[in-house]
C-alpha cells in the first residue's frame, strides 16, 4: 500500500489550494486520514483528520478556512486550503490508518507535499 500526496505548490497569501492523498495497492478499507504539516524547526503538528464516516476535526489555526473531504471511490481524501497564510507554509503529509485484505489495520505515511505561502 502507498500514499501520493499532491497539489502543494506556491501561492500568494490569500489564495487556495487542494491537496490530494492517494491511496494504492490491495487493502480492504481506508479508516481514518489525517493530514499534517511540518515547518522548518518545528514539530510536526495534525491540521485536520476524516474518519470512515466522515466525521472532522480540525486544528483551531484553520477551522474555518480548510475542508478535508474524501472520495471512498478513488480511494482519495482532498485537503482544500483557502484564504492561505504565510504560516500555513509548510510540508504536508497525508497519514491513513488502512485495513488490510486480512483485516490487520496498519499506519502509512505519504512522501510529503510543500506548500509555500507568500506575502
Same mark, same amino acid.
Given at each position: 500500500?502507498? @500514499?501520493?500526496?499532491?497539489?502543494?505548490?506556491?501561492?500568494?497569501?490569500?489564495?487556495?489550494?487542494? =491537496?490530494?492523498? $492517494?491511496?494504492?495497492?490491495?487493502? =480492504?478499507?481506508?479508516?481514518?486520514?489525517?493530514?499534517?504539516?511540518?515547518?522548518?524547526?518545528?514539530?510536526?503538528? @495534525?491540521?485536520?483528520?476524516?474518519?470512515?464516516?466522515?466525521?472532522? %476535526?480540525?486544528?483551531?489555526?484553520?477551522?474555518?478556512?480548510?475542508?478535508?473531504?474524501?472520495?471512498? $471511490?478513488?480511494?482519495?481524501?482532498?485537503?482544500?486550503? %483557502?484564504? @492561505?497564510?504565510?504560516?500555513? *507554509?509548510?510540508?504536508?503529509?497525508? %497519514?491513513?490508518?488502512?485495513?488490510?485484505?486480512?483485516?490487520?489495520?496498519? %499506519?502509512?505515511?505519504?512522501?510529503? *507535499? =510543500?506548500?509555500?505561502?507568500?506575502?
Amino acid at each position: 500500500v502507498q @500514499l501520493q500526496a499532491s497539489g502543494g505548490g506556491l501561492v500568494q497569501a490569500g489564495g487556495s489550494l487542494r =491537496l490530494s492523498c $492517494a491511496a494504492s495497492g490491495r487493502f =480492504l478499507s481506508i479508516v481514518a486520514v489525517g493530514w499534517y504539516r511540518q515547518s522548518p524547526g518545528k514539530q510536526r503538528e @495534525l491540521v485536520a483528520t476524516i474518519t470512515s464516516g466522515g466525521s472532522t %476535526n480540525y486544528a483551531d489555526s484553520v477551522k474555518g478556512r480548510f475542508t478535508i473531504s474524501r472520495d471512498n $471511490a478513488k480511494n482519495t481524501v482532498y485537503l482544500q486550503m %483557502n484564504s @492561505l497564510k504565510p504560516e500555513d *507554509t509548510a510540508v504536508y503529509y497525508c %497519514n491513513a490508518d488502512i485495513t488490510s485484505g486480512l483485516g490487520r489495520k496498519y %499506519n502509512y505515511w505519504g512522501q510529503g *507535499t =510543500l506548500v509555500t505561502v507568500s506575502s
